[in-house]
Structures are given as structure tokens and as C-alpha cells.
């Protein structure tokens, strides 16, 4: 496992579309296992491939529960609705309030192949709807209400 380079806002792959992946190989479980290794490192709780350089349909997610594998995820439900904090490792020192569902099902492919379905309400919701996002080339600044500026920058 290795830690990859992260790419930060300005960087054009961030605004790109991702491939799904047709094929789940040693390369795609090395990039599932480097990509938690640099999620980890960053202090992250979820990380998409195109965030270390990656155009693939590959996200990584922890809320502290154990480490989520997803390749080709796709929201299949939502419902409701609520608005709370996120940042993101490619937007370092930035946070602002973004409105998510309150509830998502994700369909998705194991590292094994395998259809998996994992429903999210919380921090859960609030990652893959974020991460999703990067597969497509939205960041978390596309739909941001309210920037919250830390404490220290306010005059």
C-alpha cells in the first residue's frame, strides 16, 4: 500500500467525469487499499479516486465504523432532506453547509465483484453523497449555502 498524491482545487481532473470500472483487478484493489491508506494519513472519512488522480468510479469511506469499498456507486433512493457542515481534502481550509438527503441507498460493486446495496443516514449519507459527487466532477463548493469561516480569520 502506498499513500497517493492528493489533488486540490484548480487541479482540472477534479472537474472531470469518471469511468465506470469494467474490469476488478489487482490494480483496482491496489487503488481501493492506497486510497484508505491516503484517507487515513489526511484524516479523512471518505475519498474518491479522481481526488488522488484516478478517473474511475472507485470511493473509499470510514465514519469510524470500518472501511467501505465501493466501486461504480450509484444512488438508487433518497429521502427527506437536511443541511449540516462538510470540507473536503481537496478544498483544505474551507467548510460551508451543503443540503444532502437524509437518507441514501447506494448500489455498488465489492472488491469481489460482488452487487451490494448499503443504505446511509448521518455522516454515512452525508460521505457518499459527497464522494459520489467527486465521480462526477461536483465539489462540495458547487452547492455550498453558507461558507463558515473559522474563528481565527473572522476580523
Not at 41 to 58: C, F, K, S
Not at 70 to 92: A, H, K, M, Q, R
Request: proline share 5%; with cysteine.
Amino acid at each position: 500500500m502506498a499513500i497517493r498524491q492528493l489533488r486540490y482545487i484548480g487541479d482540472p481532473i477534479l472537474r472531470k467525469k469518471s469511468k465506470e470500472v469494467t474490469e476488478i483487478n489487482d490494480r483496482i484493489r491496489t487503488l481501493l487499499d492506497d486510497m484508505l491508506e491516503t484517507m487515513y494519513e489526511y484524516e479523512g472519512v471518505g475519498l474518491a479516486a479522481p481526488q488522488v488522480g484516478i478517473l474511475r468510479r472507485v470511493v473509499v469511506i470510514d465514519i469510524g465504523e470500518g472501511p467501505i469499498k465501493l466501486i461504480n456507486p450509484e444512488i438508487i433512493y433518497e429521502e427527506g432532506e437536511f443541511t449540516d457542515v462538510e470540507g473536503c481534502l481537496s478544498i483544505p481550509n474551507r467548510a460551508g453547509t451543503v443540503k444532502r438527503p437524509e437518507k441514501v441507498k447506494v448500489k455498488y460493486l465489492d472488491e469481489n465483484g460482488e452487487e451490494k446495496i448499503i443504505e446511509g443516514t448521518g455522516l454515512l449519507d452525508k460521505a457518499l453523497c459527497h464522494e459520489i459527487d467527486h465521480l462526477d466532477g461536483i465539489l462540495f463548493i458547487d452547492k455550498m449555502i453558507e461558507e463558515i469561516v473559522p474563528e481565527e480569520e473572522e476580523e
